[in-house]
């Protein structure tokens, strides 16, 4: 079975002439764990695959390894687009008109509610094909149209951006995705709709996350809630954004190691669910479905496996998710099952996980970090096998 974060932290380490010990110095984790991930018996965690990487002066793909060689040759299609994606969003003020005579916003606005539900999907295959003439055809009137069909032409190039940025982060192209970010904060400046900014801005803590630049995250998060708190007529809407971003508040707390403050930010989104119910507004899924998938996810991310399947289990309703948020809520219950010792459990949770959104799966650096952890632990036998095949780190 090929190696994953571990082995490639352990080469970049060797090749930094760091020991062991001298590493998790640097990077402020523990030896013991540092040891474990190198050997493959315990999980990189994304907060701290984000340490290792600072501490070795490496980009976050160089350690997950994405995007995944293997991952696109079995899902050919993909990749073509992503080059093509580039080259749109970094000519985004100087765009080219289509030769073909423009089509009606309406029929383009019919296209960008189909590549919505291709996202929630997470059809990258599929997505990536839709999204480059989506992006092309819509840049132009975004910038040179007259009102009212610029201000349309913008919010629904916004969703395109969305697109770019879920397909680009899915598949492990960092510098696309962070170019959607910004494009989709340029479109939310240019329509001034405090919704919108608040969303771009949810957005943009993604990176800064990632990055382990958790205190700016925090600070841009707490300054779009304050606007929207400003911001008086928004209503159920506003109620529904501001739980989204004390969603992703909880999310870089616990990246931070800021648990109380972590699982107050959940708290304050639980209250606001229950007010709003399930809502997507500007493709910000939130509701009660949300509150406990970031429930989970925050506490694996802490490492506390109980408390992440505790909030699992007080839910008694299916979760209302799509496809792409099931699918990393799956992942994140793995995580926590290989957290209380329940290898088995993990597996099985990685099977949901590919039944609900499989293209995702297959390019999750998480779930590869599961598996791998899972054998090591010499668990799993056949089933084990064909799911790491599957991945194609077998």
Request: glycine share 10%.
């Amino acid at each position: 079975m090929q190696g994953g974060v571990g082995a490639r932290v352990a080469a970049l380490r060797k090749a930094r002439g760091l020991s062991q010990t001298g590493l998790a110095q640097r990077a402020a984790v523990s030896y013991s764990l540092l040891t474990k991930i190198e050997s493959g018996h315990a999980p990189a965690t994304p907060a701290v695959i984000g340490a290792l990487a600072r501490a070795l002066r490496a980009d976050i793909p160089r350690l997950t390894g994405q995007p995944y060689e293997a991952a696109s040759a079995t899902s050919p299609g993909i990749y073509e687009p992503v080059a093509q994606l580039r080259r749109l969003l970094l000519a985004y003020d100087v765009p080219t008109q289509a030769a073909a005579a423009p089509r009606p916003l309406d029929e383009v606005a019919a296209d960008v509610a189909a590549m919505s539900a291709l996202r929630r999907t997470a059809g990258f295959k599929h997505l990536a094909a839709v999204l480059p003439p989506l992006v092309e055809e819509l840049q132009f009137p975004a910038l040179t149209a007259a009102q009212p069909e610029r201000d349309r032409a913008l919010r629904l190039l916004a969703q395109v951006y969305y697109g770019v940025e879920c397909l680009a982060s899915g598949v492990g192209y960092q510098d696309v995705y962070f170019l959607a970010i910004e494009r989709l904060s340029w479109c939310a400046d240019q329509l001034g709709d405090p919704l919108l900014v608040a969303a771009a801005r949810w957005g943009r803590a993604g990176p800064l996350m990632r990055e382990g630049a958790y205190g700016a995250g925090l600070r841009l998060l707490g300054r779009a809630r304050d606007e929207l708190e400003a911001d008086a007529g928004g209503g159920n809407a506003s109620l529904a954004v501001t739980g989204s971003l004390h969603l992703r508040e909880a999310l870089v707390a616990a990246r931070a190691g800021r648990a109380d403050e972590a699982w107050g930010h959940l708290d304050e989104a639980a209250d606001l669910a229950g007010r709003v119910g399930e809502t997507d507004v500007h493709d910000l899924a939130f509701g009660p479905s949300a509150a406990v998938m970031y429930a989970v996810s925050v506490g694996a991310d802490l490492g506390d496996g109980v408390r992440a399947l505790d909030a699992a289990a007080a839910r008694t309703a299916p979760l209302e998710l799509a496809p792409e948020l099931l699918g990393c809520h799956c992942i994140d219950l793995a995580r926590a099952r290989l957290l209380v010792g329940d290898r088995a459990g993990a597996l099985r949770a990685l099977q949901d996980a590919r039944r609900a959104s499989p293209q995702q799966v297959r390019h999750h650096p998480q779930s590869r970090e599961t598996v791998l952890a899972v054998a090591a632990g010499g668990r799993g036998g056949g089933e084990l096998a064909a799911f790491a095949s599957w991945l194609g780190i077998y």
